[in-house]
């Protein structure tokens, strides 16, 4: 589980100084992974994962473009964003 999170704060730190690269991302499947891992942690609560995840989902919507579109228009992004939202802020 320490392997996945240093993973995620590499790719977040790798997006955050070459934002460039979020158009090679897109093309290797990293969207994919990222929308999968999203999705399933919206249930876990889990604050480290919830923060890194939110990190890259907001590098990889920086720069207006088709990530955002898929995003938003395909899988539904922002329904889940507020569910994690929620178990944050309702539940205290």
Known sequence: MRARKEAQRCLANTLLLKPEDVG???????VNKFVDA???NVSTC???DDFLLGR???LLTAA?????ERL?????IPKYVTNVCS???LEG
């Open 24 to 30: 090679t991302f897109a093309e290797v499947g990293g």
């Open 38 to 40: 999203f999705k399933a």
């Open 46 to 48: 889990d604050a480290d």
């Open 56 to 58: 890259i989902g907001f």
């Open 64 to 68: 207006k473009g088709l990530v955002v």
């Open 72 to 76: 938003v228009n395909e899988d539904n």
């Open 87 to 89: 178990v944050y802020y």
